[in-house]
T-cell receptor, first 107, second 113 residues
Framework: SQQGEEDPQALSIQEGENATMNCSYKTSINNLQWYRQNSGRGLVHLILIRSNEREKHSGRLRVTLDTSKKSSSLLITASRAADTASYFCALGDDMRFGAGTRLTVKP | EAQVTQNPRYLITVTGKKLTVTCSQN?????MSWYRQDPGLGLRQIYYSMNVEVTDKGDVPEGYKVSRKEKRNFPLILESPSPNQTSLYFC????????????FGQGTRLTVV
């Protein structure tokens, strides 16, 4: 079974900038989810995107899914210090997680 | 408040001493699962349960047991813990296995010495 591969592993930006992180996978999936984890705490669901969807928005979050390239991206616009966390993609109904992207937003 | 509750939050134990980590959800969810999180490896699924009395192995089930006698509870049992089971453990639940968001507990940090 496959795991998502997030890229980059770590990202450091200034408050107000946009943050983009990517998730790639190898075999077809029917949905993909993004989760956030604050240091050592439980994961919080952000967005679920289905294989027949190309883009979804939730507040400052924008998720895209390109099934031809087998990749998804999570964009956080106008980032805040409170967005500092690790972000994970989870693949399919089995929810296979990758190692995550650690985002640091500097005030 | 909808939540998944794990206990204990922190546990230090010795090799071979049986332990149980409890997990309870108050959302009447059918699907529950256990993950372990290790640096650089992300979350790996240990066991999952589709409903009461229905459990199945995930990717890393060795050394673990689970049971699902009631819908709300899904305990994780380590019969004979070893140091390689030192990890951060998460319980999660969702209304079904398919295409729904999962709710996670706050985690249990286990150290086996």
């Amino acid at each position: 079974s496959q795991q998502g591969e997030e890229d980059p592993q770590a990202l450091s930006i200034q408050e107000g900038e946009n943050a983009t992180m990517n998730c790639s996978y190898k075999t077809s999936i029917n949905n993909l989810q993004w989760y956030r984890q604050n240091s050592g705490r439980g994961l919080v669901h952000l967005i679920l995107i289905r294989s027949n969807e190309r883009e979804k928005h939730s507040g400052r979050l924008r998720v895209t899914l390109d099934t031809s390239k087998k990749s998804s991206s999570l964009l956080i616009t106008a980032s805040r210090a409170a967005d500092t966390a690790s972000y994970f993609c989870a693949l399919g109904d089995d929810m296979r997680f990758g190692a995550g992207t650690r985002l640091t937003v500097k005030p | 408040e909808a939540q998944v509750t794990q206990n204990p939050r922190y546990l230090i134990t010795v090799t071979g001493k049986k332990l149980t980590v409890t997990c309870s959800q108050n959302m009447n969810h059918e699907y529950m699962s256990w993950y372990r999180q290790d640096p650089g490896l992300g979350l790996r699924q240990i066991y999952y349960s589709m409903n009461v009395e229905v459990t199945d192995k995930g990717d890393v089930p060795e050394g673990y047991k689970v049971s699902r006698k009631e819908k709300r509870n899904f305990p994780l049992i380590l019969e004979s813990p070893s140091p390689n089971q030192t990890s951060l453990y998460f319980c999660a639940s969702s209304s079904s296995r398919r295409r729904t968001e999962a709710f996670f507990g706050q985690g249990t940090r286990l150290t086996v010495v």
